[in-house]
Every structure is written in C-alpha cells, then in structure tokens.
Nanobody, 126 residues
C-alpha cells in the first residue's frame, strides 16, 4: 500500500499561484510514477500532470501547459504541483495518485493509478 496525503490547497485569486504537495508513505516512492488529477463539480475527474519515477519524463494536459509544473523529490517522498497564472476553470478538488506504469500514455488515464490521496480543494476567485 501507498498512502498519499495532499496539502496546499486553498482560495486564490485569478492569476495567482498555489503549490500543492503530496507526501507518500508505505512502499518505495521512487518505484511509482506520480500524477495529479482534478475534479470540478459535476464533471469527471481529469488528468492534469504526471511525472515518471525518476522525474525524467513529464506530461501535462494542454490546458495547464506553461502554467503548471509538476516535480518530485524522491528523497522526501513528495510530489509537487506548482500552479501559476491560475484561472477560474482551475477550480476543482485536486488528487495525487501513484502508478506502477512506465508508459506515458497510460499515465494520462486514472485507471492506471492504484493509489490515491483524499484530495485538496483549490478555488480560484475573480
């Protein structure tokens, strides 16, 4: 089992910034690719970003490219999501997740993630 705990959510004004953190415990963190997903009210959970086990490969949904940055610190068992120039449509519950898949295409799909955090609310106001 891998336990994941997100933090850093909150209320931010449009064009502002937030940094989400996800602390992992349990199994060896570096054995897992990590992803961030989000779910807005009334919508399906969507892929936001993913990072490979070593951090060498990174993937983003088009809507956040140039604004969000995913990173990881394997020594601290933590993955981050730096969110800049935030927009109203970024409002959602954000989840981190762990995947054993090494394939970038699979990391965009939530079915390939075995472990999930409880989520943290991010609200962007005008």
């Amino acid at each position: 089992q891998v336990q994941l705990v997100e933090s850093g959510g909150g209320l931010v004004q449009a064009e502002g910034s937030l940094r989400l953190s996800c602390a992992a415990s349990g199994r060896t963190f570096s054995n897992y690719a990590m992803g961030w997903f989000r779910q807005a009210p009334g919508k399906e959970r969507e892929f936001v970003a993913a990072i490979s086990r070593s951090g060498g490969k990174i993937y983003y949904v088009d809507s956040v490219k140039g604004r969000f940055t995913i990173s990881r610190d394997n020594a601290k068992n933590t993955v981050y999501l730096q969110m800049n120039n935030m927009k109203l449509e970024d409002t959602a519950v954000y989840y981190c997740a762990a995947s054993e898949s090494p394939f970038g295409g699979q990391l965009r799909r939530n079915s390939y993630y075995a472990f999930w955090g409880q989520g943290t609310q991010v609200t962007v106001s005008s």
